[in-house]
């Protein structure tokens, strides 16, 4: 994949307000906005057309990372996202989210099919992802549009999942890539990501666990299929102790969800349920542990800067 050019102009001088972000060759446009910004965003012309708007925030009953997606058209009075904006805001069913992300064009060119199309994209690869709750009520309807819009608004898609993603946001990024692939005998198919495995006799329960783990840019994601054992050590951190309350596991003993950690002993730990070391424990296909992998990238780095300063 190609770079991108993006342009992030802080409107109100600081990261924590509000953001245009304008990407080089692309009509698009998109705000992230705090909720208590949004008085400030009145009179922006950009804002008072059509749209799609994503509401962002935290579960206070699970502590889950949630969304709204939802679409907004000019009104008879000319006011558009910004007003839809307002009324969710004033809305005591929807009091979770603390920022919206909307995303607009520069010329104006969304009508009503163009959002309703959008809106039922995004809200279709928010719940495939499974990085946040969606907390849509029902799935929105495409519309009919032509195959030559239909390419065009996947160009535009294309472009606002690297604007969400820049601006903090991986609602449309699931933590395992789709092409991983591991079947019911426990195989992994791979295309170019790192992919780490582990067997290990538990000795408190005397269960046989082999788990798999994918390192990713963000950490490291214990991968739905692995199994799991149940009793846990009380050596192991609180958050990982929560975290494995909390899990998708079912009765075998078998994770039914991708599951993101920092660290490989952080998911290690929640894999055997006591205080081990990831970076021995985690091994590739072929048997070499995380610690070799890293040591003998080490040792390339340092060769070829010798190679180079030489």
């Known amino acids: 994949m190609r770079g991108k050019s993006i342009n992030l102009f802080l409107m109100d001088g600081e990261p924590n307000g509000r953001i245009k972000c304008t990407l080089a060759n692309w009509t698009g446009l998109a705000y992230k906005i705090p909720r208590t910004k949004l008085d400030s ?13 994503f509401l962002f925030g935290i579960s206070d009953q699970t502590g889950e990372s949630v969304v709204y997606i939802g679409q907004a058209g000019v009104r008879k009075n000319g006011e558009g996202i ?19 992300v909307v995303f607009t064009t520069s010329n104006n060119s969304f009508g009503p099919t163009e959002i309703s199309y959008l809106e039922n994209r995004f809200t279709k690869i928010a719940k495939e992802a499974e990085r946040y709750v969606v907390k849509n009520g029902n799935d929105p309807t495409s519309g009919n549009i032509t195959e030559e819009k239909e390419s065009e608004l996947e160009e535009f898609i294309d472009y606002t999942k690297i604007i969400m993603g820049t601006l903090g946001h991986k609602v449309f990024e699931r933590l395992a890539d789709s092409k991983t692939t591991i079947t019911s005998n426990n195989d992994v198919f791979e295309s170019d990501d790192r992919i780490l495995h582990m067997k290990r006799k538990i000795r408190k329960s005397g269960r046989i666990i082999e788990a798999n783990c994918k390192q990713t840019s963000e950490g490291f994601v214990v991968l739905r299929g692995s199994g799991i054992e149940r009793e846990g050590s009380n050596s192991i951190p609180p958050g990982i102790k929560e975290t494995r309350k909390s899990a998708k596991i079912d009765d075998g003993g078998i994770l039914q969800e991708d599951i993101l950690f920092k660290s490989p002993s952080y998911a ?3 894999v055997t349920g006591s205080s081990v070391n990831g970076l021995i424990e985690w091994k590739t296909k072929e048997g070499m542990t995380l610690k070799e992998i890293e040591n003998s990238e ?13």
């Open 82 to 100: 910004l007003c839809r904006l307002q009324e969710h805001k004033r809305n005591s069913n929807k009091d979770y989210w603390t920022e919206a």
């Open 298 to 310: 080490d040792n390339l780095f340092e060769q070829t800067a010798n190679t180079i300063l030489n």
């Open 41 to 53: 965003c009145k009179g922006r012309d950009d804002l008072s057309q059509s749209g799609v708007y």
């Open 268 to 270: 290690a730990a929640f």
